[in-house]
T-cell receptor, first 114, second 118 residues
């Protein structure tokens, strides 16, 4: 039982390049989330998927797209990377039941955009 | 929109002593959930404790306990018998109890960096 896994762990991009961050969970959770963590800012929600087949914007969605490929996988795509997207990216998942929902986080991806 | 404030960017505690981390939040909702997450240098986000707003009793989890003051919108974390492994960033987080359209996202504070002095 690996929980939430993310690939890659580290990535360096040049401005304008594109890439996709991958996330997978093996807990049969319904909801999945992408957050970014910047120094002094805490974690901020980029996009989330309440259930398979649905996605919604969070607090900071500009410059990103997501795909909920199936129940297990939720990817985050940067179409044209910018230095402002240098951050640590976390994927999370939750069962999404009304009273017992708790989010479990992956190990994060450190992305640097030059 | 809900906001979460952690007013202590950094704190330190002597090993085996007790420390309290502060968190306040702003919401107009009556049903919600509060969490403390720990982030060690490994970057992994680890759930420490959670509190349901409808529960009067403060949550406890081994050496970790909370002081939940709903009227004051305060949610502090107390760590007893501090250990070296407790050194980490600690984040307070809020989740709405209104799950219309399955919206379960968390709103985080900016974090408190806790150092444990041997």
């Amino acid at each position: 039982n690996a929980g939430v896994t993310q690939t890659p762990k580290f990535q360096v991009l040049k401005t304008g390049q594109s890439m996709t961050l991958q996330c997978a969970q093996d807990m049969n959770h319904n909801s999945m989330y992408w957050y970014r963590q910047d120094p002094g800012m805490g974690l901020r929600l980029i996009y989330y998927s309440a259930s398979e087949g649905t996605t919604d914007k969070g607090e900071v969605p500009n410059g990103y797209n997501v795909s909920r490929l199936n129940k297990r996988e939720f990817s985050l795509r940067l179409e044209s990377a910018a230095p402002s997207q240098t951050s640590v990216y976390f994927c999370a998942s939750s069962e999404a039941s009304l009273r017992t929902d708790t989010q479990y986080f992956g190990p994060g991806t450190r992305l640097t955009v030059l | 929109a809900q906001t979460v404030t952690q007013s202590q960017p950094e704190m330190s505690v002597q090993e085996a002593e007790t420390v309290t981390l502060s968190c306040t939040y702003d919401t107009s909702e009556s049903d919600y959930y509060l969490f403390w997450y720990k982030q060690p240098p490994s970057r992994q986000m680890i759930l420490v404790i959670r509190q349901e707003a409808y529960k009067q009793q403060n949550a406890t989890e081994n050496r970790f306990s909370v002081n939940f003051q709903k009227a004051a919108k305060s949610f502090s974390l107390k760590i007893s018998d501090s250990q070296l492994g407790d050194a980490a960033m600690y984040f307070c987080a809020y989740r709405s109890g209104d799950t219309l359209a399955g919206s379960y996202q968390l709103t985080f504070g900016k974090g408190t960096k806790l150092s444990v002095i041997p």
